[in-house]
């Protein structure tokens, strides 16, 4: 058997990677591919948007694949990814968590000795104008993202002025001077994902268990909520907040809710299974979101 590629895509929470996933599922329908994804939360909620067929995702959920709790269990499902159909897998595509720092994947294949069986193929960077620099000065693992990139997307430019998307073009060829920059809208690029990549492997380490710029937490509502008083709490934390996702049963219906860089998405639902909001923030802003999950728990924003 040949090796096999696999295409990461990395991205700060809330870049476009999800659609960008589901634009590549609709293209490569004819594929075997499997797709891993990876949750920085506890709960899966981009591989339920994902509507996979159960023997084509792997999911892993409660830190980063990179981080030295889950790169175990992250190597694991990849060793077992190749037998997922009963004939040959033609690509495995992985989908890092928003706060990944990923130079450490291929000398993470090499060492576990998976470089045997799977190909490094494209590495895809999803980038958010409107957030990058402010992101890149306080995290560092959103400026790692672009420096082992192959390709980066600058995504939601019909969002931003021509002067900042050139801005950032600008920074991301700073530290990448190689990488294939894409300007996009909704994540929509024609990309071939296989392509053997060319970069040279970036120096890394193995992310702590816990990160101490994140925390995170998941809300439980007792019964439908009223989604305008909910919406407006959580929008509340904005300043320390980066990241607020989950399928809500609402007062009228289930509805899949989205907050990233100052924007909401919202969409109607048939179903979200388990009444649920995720939410991931900065951690000096770990006692707000606390009191807020409590609230949301005690039924305060239920109709």
């Known amino acids: 058997m040949s090796r096999t590629p696999v295409c990461l895509v990395t991205g700060f929470l809330g870049s476009g990677k999800t659609t960008f996933l589901r634009r590549l599922i609709e293209r490569y329908s004819d594929r075997r591919l499997v797709y891993l994804v990876n949750e920085f939360s506890s709960t899966d909620v981009d591989g339920q948007r994902l509507a996979l067929p159960k023997d084509r995702t792997i999911s ?9 709790c889950l790169v175990t269990e992250f190597v694991e499902m990849l060793r077992a990814a190749r037998t997922y159909f009963a004939g040959e897998v033609e690509g495995v595509v ?47 693992s959103t400026q790692a993202q672009v420096e082992a990139a192959d390709v980066v997307l600058i995504n939601k430019t019909d969002l931003y002025p021509t002067r900042q998307l050139t801005e950032t073009e600008a920074e991301i060829r700073g530290l990448n001077p190689t990488a294939w920059l894409i300007r996009t809208e909704h994540a929509d690029a024609e990309v071939d994902i296989f392509t053997e990549s060319k970069r040279i492997a970036s120096a890394g380490d193995y992310a702590l268990c816990r990160d101490p710029n994140f925390c995170t937490s998941a809300a439980h509502p007792p ?79 239920c109709r």
Not at 98 to 109: S, V, W, Y
Not at 242 to 257: E, I, M, P, Q, T
């Open 94 to 140: 992985v989908e890092a968590s928003g706060i990944a720092d990923p130079r450490i994947f291929k000398q993470m294949l090499t060492e576990t000795e998976l470089d045997r069986v799977y190909a490094p193929a494209m590495h895809i960077t999803l980038v958010d104008p409107g957030t990058f620099r402010k992101l890149r000065s306080t995290l560092p």
């Open 60 to 68: 892993v959920v409660g830190g980063s694949i990179f981080c030295r």
């Open 223 to 301: 019964a439908p909520v009223t989604w305008e008083k909910l919406r407006d709490a959580v929008t509340l934390l904005s300043e320390g907040l980066y990241r607020a996702k989950g399928f809500l049963l609402c007062s009228d219906g289930w509805r899949y809710v989205d907050w990233a860089a100052g924007e909401w998405t919202e969409e109607s639902v048939e179903s979200g299974g388990t009444s649920e909001l995720v939410l991931i923030a900065r951690s000096e802003a770990g006692e707000q979101v606390r009191r807020l999950r409590q609230r949301i728990e005690a039924g305060t924003y």
